[in-house]
């Protein structure tokens, strides 16, 4: 995100202070990111029912943790790290084919997927449609990235760190120049 002529990798960590031999740092850098590009504004659309575009940032969410942490594909973060998605295939490719690919492609959630805050779990099957309860999928990703966080071990943070080099690299270095 850029403010005045600074771009920011998250909203307290400029380009220009990550160190890409820090690993500490840039793991940290990660947790500011994902909290306060993410979640926390997701949490504040849902302080105001805003579930659609709430929903839409945790489907962001899912795509980027899954992505930096290695663990494959979103489907298979979510089969293993979401409790009601607890290795259920099917289910966890019908939320993100419907509603990531849906969002992401094409500005919609496909195949009668909705989001709604009227119900009490998470995921719900009602008729033919899935219903994606926002405000639980946002507690559920927080804590899934908390424990992620809390469970780095020396290899696995390694790994991780490779990934944020190899992922923002280039303007780690650009904005040192």
């Known amino acids: 995100m850029r403010i005045g002529d600074v771009l920011h ?41 805003d579930a659609f575009a709430a929903g839409l940032l945790c489907c962001s969410a899912i795509d980027f943790v899954a992505l930096c942490s290695g663990e494959g594909h979103p489907e298979a973060w979510l089969r293993k790290n979401i409790p009601d998605f607890a290795d259920d295939e099917a289910l966890a490719g019908r939320f993100w084919k419907s509603f990531r690919d849906g969002l ?35 507690g559920a990703i927080r804590e899934a990235f908390t424990s992620y966080l809390e469970h780095l071990d020396e290899a696995r943070s390694a790994r991780l760190v490779k990934r944020l080099r190899r992922y923002f690299q280039a303007e780690i270095a650009a904005a040192k120049e």
């Open 104 to 138: 992401v492609h094409e500005a919609r959630v496909k195949a009668f997927g909705q989001f709604s805050l009227d119900f009490p779990t998470l995921l719900n099957i009602v008729g033919p449609a899935l219903v994606v309860n926002p405000q639980l999928l946002l």
């Open 9 to 49: 990798f998250s909203p307290r960590f400029r380009f220009s202070d990550l160190d890409i031999e820090d690993n500490q740092k840039l793991v940290e850098a990660l947790r500011d990111r994902l909290f306060g590009f993410y979640l926390e504004p997701a949490s504040r659309l849902l302080k105001t029912a």
